[in-house]
């Protein structure tokens, strides 16, 4: 069953630092996101992706974040300067086309800790 | 814009009773509504949604929900319930088309059951 692969599966970095977090989507789904989850509450959305750009993001997602789909295949969130509030597990995830009626496919998330 | 209630952090039943996992939701024009299940150090994994048609849906694992329009809600029921079960359940929805397919979750429901 194809699915959502992330790495790294855990990263610890040093406030100030550039994280990238990378993310292979399934591979005929158009529609891409990243979500994260603090403490292993509430999924809070960060930003959609689709058709090379980016489609709607939340008000979490500021100038330190960015997202970029390189290659047609890898998609990644980028924190430039990284602070001790963005540590949490990130989440990307996927869907197929079809007007907003596809479940969402989730990887397996990546831890972030930001020291 | 939309944003769906889950009004119990944490619902306990034992093993071979029905259970109930309630969700009541907030959009404007036809939501799109979906059950998530997240078990520990995992990502989401999808169990249904309700698009259109009729108002009881039947997903993953023998879990089913309801859609009540007038009560704005959808909860999620299964007859019997397993201790495999316990995990983490995210209601979450989908609204009208806003430059992109932003899914918002609830603050999620823990279920145990106890054998």
């Known amino acids: 069953e194809p699915e959502v692969t992330q790495t790294p599966s855990h990263q610890v970095t040093q406030m100030g630092q550039e994280v990238i977090l990378r993310c292979v989507p399934i591979s005929n789904h158009l529609y891409f996101y990243w979500y994260r989850q603090i403490l292993g509450q509430k999924v809070e959305f960060l930003v959609s992706f689709y058709n090379n750009e980016i489609s709607e993001k939340s008000e979490i997602f500021d100038d330190q974040f960015s997202v970029e789909r390189p290659d047609g295949s890898n998609f990644t969130l980028k924190i430039r300067s990284t602070k001790l509030e963005d540590s949490a597990m990130y989440f990307c995830a996927s869907s197929e086309a079809g007007g907003g009626t596809g479940e969402l496919f989730f990887g397996e998330g990546s831890r972030l800790t930001v020291l | ?115």
């Open chain 2, 1 to 115: 814009a939309q944003s769906v209630a889950q009004p119990e952090d944490q619902v306990n039943v034992a093993e071979g009773n029905p259970l109930t996992v309630k969700c009541t939701y907030s959009v404007s024009g036809n939501p799109y509504l979906f059950w998530y299940v997240q078990y520990p150090n995992r990502g989401l994994q999808f169990l249904l949604k309700y698009i259109t048609g009729d108002n009881l849906v039947k997903g993953s694992y023998g879990f089913e929900a309801e859609f009540n329009k007038s009560q704005t809600s959808f909860h999620l029921k299964k007859p019997s319930a397993l201790v495999s079960d316990s995990a983490l359940y995210f209601c979450a929805v989908r609204g009208p088309y806003t430059g992109g397919f932003k899914t918002i979750f609830g603050a999620g429901t823990r279920l145990f059951v106890k054998a």
